[in-house]
């Protein structure tokens, strides 16, 4: 027995050393990226023997870091003076706000903080150091592992460093809510803004208001599909859910624990159907109205009445006693006025107020309520549409219909947080493959995310001193479940995580590449935390060119040195892509990564139809959106087609109110019979076909005339065709056509986004 224990001992040994000499370290990728990262020759070792110094003031990170140990491999370092640690975490006045230093050398890991952020963000860092394999549910039977030995100095770009998650569309229990404020604190986001009521649904227990829980926070059905289906379809099951009062404190404490403060919003004037079926009398008319069953803005809005101050200010007091943080949400946006517009009490309100109009009722109403949340010393939040009639005194805007409103109210001086649809919606589509999961709309790819830069080109040095920092947005109305809320969360999240903390790219084109390695590096971290992200890094993209009259199509994936195989027209032989692709007719390209001598990424399809409008020029009167404009003008004469079924991919173009002149300059005189194109008609996101089109040509520089034609529209779903046959005879010679395109106009009264300009997106323009 005793040689058995001896062989025993020395068999343990011998694996734990095996398993040492084989582990390869090199350098790790850490996200966000730290400012100021040198690594150098040689290893720590984490054994058993490790041990730990805190400071007192910064309990809260050496607690996180000796729990993570504990709970992922069943030991953690024993708590010993300074003089005796291995780990030391010290305050030093001299770092910055939320920064740290980190030395690691093979005998000691020795970190500096000026305050208990940065060290718990130290802790985040090293962290990512530690082997993957950590994260896992399951525990890890190592007994030591080793960590490279570097320097790092670190403090993040801004000090507002957020993500949001909508649990109004769909309920995520506090399980889940407490995963994602994990994930945040991870990439060191320090700011979790949970929407926690809407017209669907009202998710947070009001003790003096019962009802709000018994009633507004279920719905008798669910929209299926989407908004735009036509006819709209519903699930005909009961749907619902919230947050107790100890669900609340427990998630708070959770976030403490990882250094994430909470913003509560509790939606005002708008969007707030859920409440008012709860209780009538909070509304305009005092009819009984349905908890919302599909997406969308309604009318049904608070009154700015007694009755409904007392109301708000009631929740408003039992929601900040439970969040502890400076803020408070109050939403403010998507507001319609007709309710007040028809309302006696409110028109005579307007009156009594001198105000002018319903926008200023609406500004009246959120500095009522901002004076409330002040006197409890907090700060309230609101969408850029709280500055429409006056902005509240002491508000901090939250611009999210594009950076105007953070522009606005920064030159006025007020604090903003930048969260544009165009960057930071990350709801929208992420990829243009066919089977991504049903969105609500719009193309926002990680690239574009990484390339955002939160301060606002408009605003000065000290304006841009009022950016506080940016937030990726999650609203769910598409979002049934957790895994499919990290499939899209992720890895955008990565992306702005690195925006916000690192700051934005100077040169994306430099790094992107970079980032896109450091999160293929990140991906078995996420594989063993269990998080559904998605996979896009292996994609291939492709792209027209013209070169000396000649059109060629070029491939290129984001990850350097990948190499990428294509088939044309369906050919089975596989070609190691070196050049671009010559195109002389209609052309089928499937290209994909090679992984491995057997295994290949998603295959990329492009077909190009190659009509008289390729090899041509184009020009527009206006550019697209920024939000809308990836393909760039050219993507309207490059024979590609958009998808068949949403509008933000980088074929389809969009434009906001504006009206169209398209040239398209033929080059070489061509006789021309006809003219294609199509445009998205969605109505429930703004997005209308136009209701007519013209066609204008000039032959050699001669002044435009309009040109005869035959129109034809065919409409087939969310797709407005229209097929324009020219009627001269024998034949049509131009130089350049010219396709007018006006905007719908204004959006009318009963429908989604109504007073507001309408969208046009178009797709290919095919000239045969």
């Known amino acids: 027995m005793k040689y058995f224990f001896w ?3 020395l068999s343990i040994l011998s694996i734990s050393c095996s398993q040492l000499d084989n582990d390869t370290i090199s350098k790790r990728s850490i996200i966000p990226e730290p400012q100021e990262l040198q690594y150098h020759d040689g290893v720590f070792v984490f054994d058993g023997s490790t041990t730990i110094f805190t400071e007192s003031e910064f309990k809260i990170a050496s607690h996180f870091l000796r729990k993570y140990i504990e709970e992922n491999v069943g030991w953690s370092p024993k708590e010993v003076t300074k003089d005796q640690a291995t780990i030391v975490i010290e305050k030093s006045d001299g770092v910055p706000n939320e920064g740290y230093e980190m030395t690691i050398s093979e005998e000691k890991i020795h970190i500096k903080a000026s305050d208990p952020s940065g060290a718990f963000y130290a802790m985040q860092t090293l962290r990512q150091l530690l082997p993957d394999y950590l994260e896992a549910t399951t525990r890890s039977d190592l007994m030591l592992f080793k960590i490279p030995t570097l320097s790092i100095k670190d403090a993040p770009a801004f000090r507002y460093r957020g993500m949001h998650l909508d649990v109004g569309r769909h309920f995520f229990d506090k399980e889940f809510i407490k995963e994602y404020i994990s994930y945040l604190s991870m990439l060191k986001m320090n700011y979790f803004h949970w929407h926690l009521t809407e017209d669907q649904g009202w998710r947070i227990e009001i003790l003096q208001y019962p009802n709000l829980i018994k009633h507004g926070a279920y719905r008798e059905e669910t929209l299926m599909g989407h908004y735009n289906d036509t006819p709209q379809q519903f699930d005909g099951k009961r749907y619902g859910g919230y947050y107790t009062q100890e669900d609340i404190k427990e998630v708070v404490a959770f976030a403490k624990a990882h250094n994430v403060t909470i913003i509560p919003e509790i939606e005002m004037p708008g969007h707030a159907q859920a409440a008012i079926s709860a209780y009538p009398e909070l509304g305009c008319t005092g009819e009984q109205v349905p908890v919302a069953t599909k997406w969308g803005v309604f009318e049904n809005v608070y009154c700015p009445k007694e009755e409904t101050f007392t109301f708000l200010k009631n929740v408003l007091s039992e929601v900040m006693e439970l969040f502890p943080g400076e803020y408070i949400h109050i939403g403010g946006d998507e507001a319609p006025k007709s309710h007040w517009k028809n309302c006696d009490d409110c028109q005579q309100l307007i009156k009594e107020l001198g105000l002018k109009d319903e926008h200023e009722l609406q500004s009246y109403f959120i500095k009522e309520i901002e004076t409330f949340v002040n006197s409890k010393g907090k700060k309230i939040i609101g969408w850029d549409e709280i500055l429409e009639g006056g902005l509240a005194p002491n508000a901090t805007v939250m611009s999210w219909r594009g950076t105007q409103g953070a522009v606005s109210a920064a030159k006025e001086g007020h604090d903003v947080i930048l969260t544009p649809t165009s960057h930071s919606y990350f709801d929208y589509y992420q990829a243009d493959h066919s089977d991504e999961p049903l969105a609500i709309g719009g193309f926002l790819p990680l690239k574009k995310v990484y390339g955002f830069n939160p301060i606002p080109k408009e605003l000065t040095n000290e304006e841009s001193r009022f950016v506080l920092g940016a937030q990726g947005n999650v609203w769910t109305e ?44 990140f991906l078995p971290r996420m594989d063993a935390l269990g998080i559904n ?28 040195k ?81 998808s068949n079924t949403r509008y933000g991919d980088k074929e389809w173009l969009g434009f906001w109110g504006d009206d169209l002149e398209i040239s398209i300059d033929l080059k070489h005189t061509k006789e021309v019979s006809k003219v294609y194109t199509r445009f998205f008609h969605a109505p429930g996101q703004w997005i209308y076909s136009p209701k007519e089109i013209e066609l204008w040509a000039t032959n050699d520089g001669n002044t435009p005339v309009k040109v005869p034609f035959q129109s034809q529209l065919t409409e087939k779903g969310n797709l407005y065709f229209y097929e324009l046959t020219l009627l001269e005879k024998p034949s049509n010679y ?35």
């Open 562 to 642: 990948k190499q990428i195989g294509y088939s044309l027209n369906s050919e089975k032989e596989t070609i190691r892509y070196s050049q671009p692709i010559p195109i002389t007719e209609n052309t089928e390209i499937k290209a994909s990564v090679i992984l491995s001598d057997t295994a290949h990424a998603r295959v990329h399809t492009t077909r190009i139809r190659y009509h008289k409008g390729v090899e041509s020029t184009i020009s527009l009167n206006v550019p697209p959106h920024a939000a809308y404009s990836a393909g760039d003008k050219e993507a309207l004469i490059n024979g590609i087609s958009g």
């Open 478 to 521: 598409y979002m049934p479940t957790e895994e499919q809320v990290e499939y899209m969360a992720f890895p955008r999240m990565l992306a702005m995580s690195e925006v916000v903390w690192s700051g934005p790219t100077e040169d994306i084109e430099k790094d992107y590449p970079g980032f896109l390695s450091r999160v293929e590096e």
């Open 533 to 560: 992200y998605a996979n896009h890094l292996y994609d291939v993209t492709g792209e027209v060119i013209k070169r000396n009259d000649s059109i060629f199509y070029t491939l290129k994936t984001s990850l350097p």
């Open 7 to 9: 062989i025993c001992l």
């Open 734 to 768: 131009y130089g350049t056509l010219i396709l007018k395109v006006p905007n719908f106009g204004m959006i009318p009264k009963g429908k989604q986004g109504e007073g507001n300009k309408a969208w046009t997106f178009i797709d290919e323009i095919i000239v045969e």
